[in-house]
C-alpha cells in the first residue's frame, strides 16, 4: 500500500486535529457503512461519525430528495425565517415524533451543532428558575464552548477553557459508586440545608454516556432521578445528541425509562445525513424566550431540513427500524460477552446499537483500534483512560457487515493479546 500524501495536514493544519491521527488516511467517499480512501482501500466504519450518521454515508433515500431541493434553487440559507422545507420538517416532527409519544414539546432551531443546543439549554433553565447551578455528572460530555466543558467530566478537555468552570456541580452517574441507589448522595445533598449545595436550575444527564465509556443508566435509575427533580422544582434535560435518533432503540433514548423530561437536546444525527443542525425541545409551559433573546446566523440550515424530514418519516413512521437496532444488537451484545469470557481483564456493555468492550489494561483498547484500522474497521476508545472500544455502527448496517466487523475485532483482540 503506497503511503497517504499527508504534508499539507502536518505542515498547514493545526495540532488540534484528532481523529486523523487515529486512522492516518486521507479518505475520499462512502457509502452506507462504509469509507474508501484515496488508495482504493475499503473501511468498514464502526464509528458512524460519532454517532451523527445512524442512517449511514450518503443514503440514497435521503441523497435523492436532497439533490433535487439543491437543483431546483430551495432555500440554503434561511436564519430563522420560514420556510416551506421548515414547515414541512415541523409538521412531520408533529406527526411522527411528539404526537405518536404524546409529548408536548416546542421546538427551538439553536445553532447547528451540540455544544449550541446544550448551550441554549442551560441558559433557558436558568433564566426559567432564576437560579445557577446546573447539576452533571461524573464522565458527563456535553460540548466544548463554555457552559457545555462545565457540566463535562474530562479533565484534558476542561483545562483547555483557560477560564475556571463555574456554576455547575457534579453527582455519581448511575453505577459510578457501585451502589445499587446513586441518587444518595444527590438527594441527600438537595435535601440537607447545610450541605452546602445551592439549589439548582437543573439536572443534565445522557443515559448512556457515550464519550465517558459507554456508561450505561438502568431506566429505574432514570426514573428516580425523574422523579427527584420534578419533586423539587428541578429541570431535567437529557442529553440526546448522540443517543437519540435511535441509536439506543427508541427515537428518544429516555423512552425506555418512561420519563418527559423538560428539555431534550438533538443534534448529530438529526439531519440524518450528516449536515449540522441541532434542536432543542421543551414542554410548552417552558418556552419563555423572548423573540430573538438566543439566536444564531446557522439555525436554518434548510439542507439539514430536508434530509432530517425525510429520514423521520422514512425510519421512524413504523418500529421497523427500533426493532432492527434491538436485534442486531444484541447478537453484538452476545459476541462481545462471549470474547470477554475468553479473554480476562474485558468486559462488555451498552444498549441498542452502542457497545463498548472495556479493558482494565487501557493501552490494550488503543492498540485494538490500531489493529482494526489496518485491517479496515474503523472503531474508537472512549471512556476517562481511553480504555474503552466504542462500537457506534450506523444502525442501517447489515448482518453481513456486523459479521465482518465483528470478525475483524476478534483478531484484533487476539493479536494484541497474544502479544502479550
Ligand atoms: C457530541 C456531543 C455533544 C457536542 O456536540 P457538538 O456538535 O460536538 O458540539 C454534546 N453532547 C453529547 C452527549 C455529545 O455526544
Not at 119 to 140: M, Y
Not at 142 to 159: D, E, I, P, Q, Y
Not at 205 to 232: D, F, I, K, P, Y
Not at 337 to 358: F, I, P
Request: proline residues 4%; negative net charge.
Amino acid at each position: 500500500m503506497t503511503t497517504a500524501e499527508t504534508t499539507v495536514f502536518e505542515t498547514l493544519e493545526s495540532n488540534v486535529r484528532g481523529y486523523c491521527r487515529s486512522w492516518p488516511t486521507v479518505f475520499e467517499t462512502a457509502r452506507g457503512s462504509w469509507l474508501t480512501d484515496e488508495t482504493g482501500k475499503d473501511f468498514l466504519d464502526f464509528f458512524a461519525g460519532a454517532g451523527t450518521l445512524n442512517y449511514g454515508h450518503n443514503n440514497p433515500v435521503l441523497k435523492r430528495p436532497l439533490i433535487d431541493y439543491l437543483a431546483t434553487d430551495g432555500i440554503t440559507h434561511g436564519l430563522d425565517m420560514s420556510t416551506v422545507a421548515k414547515r414541512r420538517l415541523l409538521e412531520t416532527i408533529r406527526d411522527v415524533l411528539l404526537a405518536p409519544r404524546d409529548l408536548d414539546y416546542k421546538v427551538q432551531f439553536p445553532g447547528p451543532t451540540g455544544a449550541n443546543a446544550v448551550e441554549a439549554a442551560l441558559k433557558l433553565a436558568r433564566k426559567i428558575t432564576g437560579r445557577s447551578t446546573i447539576l452533571n455528572f461524573t464522565n458527563a460530555f456535553h460540548g466544548m464552548t463554555l457552559g457545555a466543558l462545565s457540566v463535562t467530566g474530562n479533565a484534558a478537555k476542561r483545562a483547555g477553557a483557560g477560564v475556571p468552570l463555574v456554576h455547575a456541580m457534579p453527582m455519581p452517574y448511575d453505577g459510578y459508586l457501585d451502589e445499587a441507589e446513586d441518587l444518595t448522595w444527590m438527594r441527600r445533598a438537595l435535601d440537607d440545608s447545610s450541605s452546602g449545595l445551592d439549589k439548582p436550575a437543573a439536572v443534565i444527564v445522557e443515559t448512556v454516556q457515550g464519550e465517558g465509556g459507554v456508561n450505561v443508566a438502568r431506566a429505574q435509575w432514570l426514573r428516580h432521578l425523574a422523579e427527584l427533580c420534578s419533586a423539587r422544582g428541578i429541570l431535567l434535560i437529557v442529553d440526546d445528541v448522540q443517543m437519540g435518533c435511535g441509536r439506543t432503540g427508541p427515537f428518544f433514548s429516555f423512552e425506555i425509562a418512561g420519563i418527559t423530561p423538560d428539555i431534550v437536546t438533538l443534534s448529530k444525527s438529526i439531519s440524518g445525513y450528516g449536515l449540522p443542525m441541532a434542536l432543542v425541545l421543551m414542554r410548552r409551559e417552558l418556552d419563555q424566550w423572548a423573540p430573538g433573546e438566543h439566536n444564531g446566523t446557522f439555525r436554518g440550515n434548510n439542507a439539514a431540513f430536508i434530509t432530517a424530514e425525510v429520514a423521520l418519516r422514512h425510519y421512524w413512521s413504523d418500529d421497523a427500524l427500533e426493532l432492527a437496532t434491538a436485534a442486531k444488537g444484541e447478537r453484538i451484545h452476545r459476541h462481545l460477552t462471549a470474547l470477554t469470557e475468553v479473554y480476562d481483564g474485558t468486559s462488555t456493555r451498552g444498549r441498542g446499537l452502542v457497545h463498548g468492550l472495556v479493558f482494565e489494561d487501557a493501552s490494550q483498547a488503543t492498540k485494538v483500534c490500531r489493529v482494526a484500522f489496518e485491517d479496515g474497521l474503523l472503531v474508537e476508545t472512549s471512556g476517562s483512560n481511553d480504555e474503552v472500544v466504542k462500537l457506534l455502527p450506523p444502525l442501517t448496517v447489515t448482518d453481513d457487515e456486523i459479521t465482518h466487523g465483528l470478525g475483524i475485532l476478534t483478531r484484533a483482540v487476539e493479536i494484541v493479546r497474544d502479544a502479550h
